[in-house]
Antibody, heavy 118, light 110 residues
Framework: EVQLVESGGGLVQPGGSLTLSCAAS????????MSWLRQAPGKGLEWVAN????????YHVDSVKGRFTIFRDNADNSLYLKMNSLRGEDTAVYYC???????????WGQGNLVTVSS | QSALTQPASVSGSPGQSITISCTGT?????????VSWYQQYPGKAPKLMIY???KRPSGVSNRFSASKSGNTASLTISGLQAEDEADYYC??????????FGGGTTLSVL
């Protein structure tokens, strides 16, 4: 069974940093593209970033470019999102998700809340 | 990247059929056959219901079907059941090598 478990969220002040982790199991992690997505309270879903299987290629949505970095450790079956210069509008539940066929997300973690507030 | 446009809410009675539309542009829905639909219950993670415009993952009921015409995709749920009451989101791959989502549609089963 595919399992994705996020951790590392919490309350952080504006301008602060946080690193989210996603532990993967139940599949060959190093074979898959992976993404981070987020959902602000009461709002819709937003794709944030993705990374290719060996970690050499990555993309980020414009609103987080230069502030967030996605990376992975295939030896540890883990996905990460390093978030710097956090803003109030980054407050959201962050999900890690596995790509299927490259263009959809077939498995999602349970989500991890990040709150940016003073 | 602008979000895809979905109705905020739809409703139907048990046993009826409903359709949720999702409108984008030629840079997303109209340009690729990479439209997905997700179901989300309050406080839960989204669940993939449809991918590649009209394909159902294993385990998803055949009461769920979808299609695309031009820049608009549609999700149809037939034989509505109480358990179908949830939020539904459409998504598309885009020409900027990103993914865009709709604002979500709340389905009420009356």
């Amino acid at each position: 069974e595919v399992q994705l478990v996020e951790s590392g969220g919490g309350l952080v002040q504006p301008g602060g940093s946080l690193t989210l982790s996603c532990a993967a199991s139940g599949f060959i992690f190093s074979d898959y593209w992976m993404s981070w997505l987020r959902q602000a309270p009461g709002k819709g879903l937003e794709w944030v970033a993705n990374i290719n299987p060996d970690g050499s290629d990555r993309y980020h949505v414009d609103s987080v470019k230069g502030r967030f970095t996605i990376f992975r450790d295939n030896a540890d079956n883990s996905l990460y999102l390093k978030m710097n210069s956090l803003r109030g509008e980054d407050t959201a539940v962050y999900y890690c998700a596995r790509h299927f066929g490259g263009d959809t997300f077939d498995s999602w973690g349970q989500g991890n809340l990040v709150t940016v507030s003073s | 990247q602008s979000a895809l446009t979905q109705p905020a809410s739809v409703s139907g009675s048990p046993g009826q059929s409903i359709t949720i539309s999702c409108t984008g542009t030629s840079s997303d829905i109209g340009g690729y056959d990479y439209v997905s639909w997700y179901q989300q219950y309050p406080g839960k993670a989204p669940k993939l219901m449809i991918y590649d415009v009209s394909k159902r993952p294993s385990g998803v009921s055949n009461r769920f079907s979808a299609s695309k015409s031009g820049n608009t995709a549609s999700l149809t749920i037939s034989g509505l059941q109480a358990e179908d009451e949830a939020d539904y989101y459409c998504s598309s791959y885009t020409s900027r090598i990103t993914w865009v989502f709709g604002g979500g549609t709340t389905l009420s089963v009356l």
